[in-house]
Every structure is written in C-alpha cells, then in structure tokens.
C-alpha cells in the first residue's frame, strides 16, 4: 500500500487513475508521495517517507529541487499537460494587444444607457482601431511544448513565423512545422518580429533575458507576451520602453506591482493553465508519473534526477539506488551484490549534475543485509527495494 498526499486541490479525474494500493492520507507527514500545484514547500520539513513530488504543472519554482535531491526524492512535473490552454491564451493576447479589443468592450459599458448607443459606437469605433496578426513577423523564444504549439498554430493563421531554442529536443524538432524558420540567433528574433512570445524556464542564464538591451534591438510598435515567467522580463525596462514609444504593447500572465495598471500593459492574472482541461491532463500525467514511480522505480519527466525506463521487473527482484555523481560508486554497490552471490539481470544508470540513479534487475531478492551494506556506502542517498 502506497500513500499520499495533496498541498492543493487536485483534479478527482487524476486521483481516480490510483490503484486501491494508493490510499490519501490528511497528514503529509504520512505521505510517501506528494501532489502539488502552487503551495510552497520550501519551508517544509521532508519527512523521511517521502520518495515523490509530482507537480501538476511545468514550473517547479515553489519546490525545494536540490533538497529533494540530497533526500532522495524525486521531483517531477508535467510538461506539454497544459500546453493548449498556455497556447490559446497566448494568441487572446495576440488578438487583445494587436486590436484595442478591452477599449472597445469598455467604452460599451460606459455607455450602455444610452439609447442610441448603436449610432454613437459607429462613430466611436475608429478610436479602437487595431491590426491583423494575419502577415505579421512572430518570434517564438523557447520551442518546448507549449512553444511548438505556439509557432505551428501561428503559422494557420497566416503568420510569418520565427523560432528560436538552440537546445531544441528530437521530439520538438520532429513536431515543429516545416513553415516555421528555426533561427540561430536570439538577436534576429528581436530586430525582425513584430511580436514575440518567451517560452523558456526561468534559469539563471535565462533571468531578465529580455533586457533593455534586448528592447533597443526591437522594431518600433512591438507587441511581447510573456507567459512563462515574470523574470524573464526586465519589466522595468519594459516600462520605460511603452513610454518611449518602441513598445506597443506588454502581454503578461502575471500580475505583480510593477506592472499592474500601467499604461501599454495587458496584464492576467496567471490564467495560463487555468482551464478544467489543462488541469485534468495535468492531473492524470502527475498521477502516472508518481504509479510508475512507485511501482516500478521508473522515472518520467524528473527535474532533479535522470530520467529512467525499465518498464516492468520480470526477474526475482529489483533494487533502485540513488546516489551522488561521483566514481567509484557504481563497483562498489555491484561489488557488494556478487559478493552476495545475486547476479544483475539488467542494469541502468544515468547522471544528472550532481546526482545519479541505478535500476538493478536482479535474479535472487536483497536481503536486509544486502541493503544495509548498500546503505551505507559513502555517496549512497537512498536505496529502495521495488520488488
């Protein structure tokens, strides 16, 4: 029997993917599993049981990674779950920006007791005047998931697209429209789009990268939406750049008090996601994540740990350990599994910086011995016996 435990609400349609060997407990101390949204756990004591975090969602921000890490547990999230809803939401505020669509809808409220207000709005119309996104230059920064969507869909809509990730993955690659002009230089995106949409993780590399710099590079009236991360952008520099007049407009997805109700700024509060459908497909993905952990000792989409597929242990036994990145380890924990006369049926290990992870399939069970020598080895966080 498994246990675990929820930070936030989390869609009925995930849980009800948990096997009856999954029971929810009220006290996280409990849990060996946690689902997570928004709460923080950066000021949470890690209980000893804990082996998963899943976040319903892609930023991990509010997750302690290498704490997990260095307890060994694994922290993953759901990268591509809400990548429609993100991508829908990214084209509104193409289409709120480009055409005063919000002006419009106010000047109708401000005006609904008038009875000729049909006659007035003909007049008042030409001062919501907007653009077509329809020929226009979009730069996509950033081709994950939700970026892929972003530019093929772009690309329907009779948009000249431009897309940037110099660490673009195989599966991207593959999914990326043949239309859209994959570009080697960040720098070309910012002098020759006339809007353009982040869609990076927040590093440290990546922090403000859209800078004052970056803005001076820009065409006159350029639209850029942000929903990634507030801190991708120098908001301030953003600001500054409305006033001068070289940017039209500022799309966020992130109400914060530098740029809530400045002049230019379209501001949402975190809406990204926020559909019943994005939810439950997070939900069902964070869910099958934490099972196939559990069950099996496969990991799926970590952010701490390499990822890991083994499928289903068809010998005797298998032995998971969790250890820091550093020679040596692997001889001795194989060491001590022939000096126990238990043979390696199959074996995988993989690094991720500072931390690796081994997945033994084994013909004869561990004993108790057996882990308590693997335990105790120097650079061995965690060992688990999966089966």
């Known amino acids: ?67 997990c890490a ?14 429609n809803a993100v991508k829908e939401l990214v084209f509104a505020g193409m289409l709120l920006a480009s055409r005063d669509i919000i002006g419009g809808i106010d000047w109708v409220k401000e005006n609904k007791n008038e009875t000729d207000i049909s006659k007035m709005a003909e007049k008042a119309k030409k001062a919501f005047a907007g653009t077509e996104i329809a020929g226009k230059k979009l730069g996509v920064i950033g081709l994950g998931a939700i970026g892929v969507n972003v530019a093929n869909a772009a690309t329907h ?11 673009i993955s195989v599966q991207a690659a593959w999914n990326l429209s043949r239309s859209v002009k994959h570009i080697n230089s960040v720098e070309d995106i910012y002098k020759e789009c006339d809007f353009i949409t982040i869609h990076v993780p927040l590093l440290d590399d990546t922090r403000k990268m859209i ?79 934490i099972a196939d952990f559990m069950e099996n000792g496969n990991i799926t989409h970590s952010v701490n740990y390499p990822d890991c597929h083994m499928g289903v242990c068809h010998t005797a036994g298998r032995v998971t350990i969790m250890h820091h990145n550093n020679k040596g380890v692997i001889a001795q924990y194989t060491t001590i599994l022939g000096d126990a006369n238990i043979n390696i049926a199959d074996m995988f290990n993989k690094t991720r910086g500072n931390y690796a992870y081994a997945v033994l399939d084994i013909d004869a069970p561990v004993t108790d011995e057996v882990v308590e020598k693997l335990n105790a080895i120097e650079d061995v966080i965690k060992v688990r016996v999966v089966k």
């Open 70 to 83: 260095e307890n060994g547990i694994v922290v993953f999230n759901t990268p591509g779950a809400n990548a």
């Open 211 to 289: 800078s004052k710099e970056a803005i001076q590079l820009m065409k006159k009236d350029v639209i850029i939406l942000n929903f990634a991360r507030d801190a991708l952008v120098d908001e301030e520099a953003v600001l500054d750049g409305i006033a001068a007049g070289k940017i039209r407009k500022y799309v966020s997805d992130f109400a914060n008090p530098t740029t809530a109700g400045e002049e230019g700024v379209i501001l949402l509060p975190h809406l990204g996601a926020s559909t019943a459908e994005a939810e439950d497909n997070c939900a069902k993905m964070a869910v099958q994540e």
């Open 1 to 67: 029997m498994f246990s675990y435990h929820c930070l936030n609400p989390i869609a009925e349609v995930g849980l009800d993917q948990f096997s009856t060997d999954y029971k929810k407990v009220d006290d996280v101390k409990d849990a060996e599993a946690i689902l997570v949204r928004s709460a923080s756990m950066h000021d949470m004591e890690l209980s000893e049981n804990l082996m998963a975090v899943a976040r319903a969602g892609a930023g991990v921000n509010n997750i302690p990674l290498d704490k």
């Open 157 to 167: 809509l009779g948009m000249d697209v431009y897309g940037y990730d110099p660490y």
